[in-house]
């Protein structure tokens, strides 16, 4: 594990939000280590910054466009795929990223 990535994850922590590096299984796993009013928390810390993430990039008009459609933007929860999931969680992690 690189330093960068020590400092992506310490971000994680200080936002609330469970670190992810590599594999998204760990997500799994820290969430059903939380209560309810907890993993409620966390989601919602997640979602916040994914929305800033998303806003982050709204400049450039492509990149943001082909995001927010790989990102699920206005699916509802039921039709959003991990791909989906996947690539919000890619986001929230270049917004750390570019913060450390």
């Not at 990535?5 to 594999?23: A, C, Q, R, V």
């Amino acid at each position: 594990m690189t330093q960068e990535n020590i400092l992506i994850i310490m971000k994680m922590l200080d936002e609330g939000i469970i670190p992810f590096i590599g594999s998204f299984e760990d997500l799994d796993v820290g969430l059903s280590s939380l209560n309810s009013k907890e993993q409620r928390v966390t989601k919602r810390k997640f979602r916040k910054l994914w929305r800033k993430a998303l806003r982050s990039i709204r400049n450039n008009k492509v990149y943001f466009k082909n995001m927010s459609k790989n990102c699920g933007v206005g699916l509802s929860p039921d039709e959003l795929t991990s791909r989906h999931r996947r690539n919000r969680a890619y986001l929230v992690y270049q917004l750390l990223k570019s913060k450390v």
